[in-house]
């Protein structure tokens, strides 16, 4: 897996790289949410991915019928593309509490390439709109990723081989599709 990529190739006995996570996302009178995806893969490749809301408690929001709330989009090659006020404007939901996660999984991928390259990377930015002042949101990997690459351990030789105590982190596990 590369860093802060989702890589649908990416899946064994390692973890799950095909999805990527936002936490922390807020939406109300106060912050709005922004997200951006962009398509990382070569330049012949479009990528297919599905964007989903879950509560803090890792419960999907649901649609009226109780399916999962879920925002399918298409990228074509090289495409960056920005979903202002993603909860009030693509989903329909108001006051989402600041332990919204929203993950982004890819679908499926088409390339004219012989050899494909494939990769997403996505972006949050919580905006206070009092201030204008924004905050950088970055994407994570669920469990079991080997978090001390992201979380050096805790005391000054951080070597990261592990043998020295982490920061303590809770993995976000969100229920499969």
């Known amino acids: 897996a590369w860093y802060n990529l989702a890589d649908p190739s990416a899946v064994g006995e390692n973890g799950d790289f095909s999805f990527l996570f936002l936490t922390g996302a807020k939406e109300d009178a106060k912050f709005r949410y922004n997200v951006g995806l962009v398509n990382a893969s070569d330049p012949l490749t479009s990528i297919t991915v599905a964007i989903q809301p879950f509560k803090g408690n890792g419960e999907p929001f649901l649609n009226d019928d109780g399916s999962f709330l879920a925002k399918i989009v298409t990228l074509p090659p090289a495409a960056h593309l920005q979903y202002v006020e993603i909860f009030s404007e693509q989903f329909g939901l108001e006051d989402v509490p600041d332990d919204t996660i929203l993950k982004i999984s890819f679908l499926q991928w088409t ?39 992201q979380w050096p351990s805790t005391d000054a030789k951080s070597t990261g081989d592990g043998t020295y105590p982490r920061v303590s982190r809770r993995p976000v596990e969100i229920p499969s599709r």
């Open 111 to 149: 390339s004219g390439s012989s050899e494909p390259v494939v990769g997403l990377t996505v972006y949050g930015t919580m905006i206070d709109n009092r201030t204008q002042d924004p905050t950088a949101i970055l994407p994570a990997f669920g469990y079991p990723y080997n978090v001390e690459c």
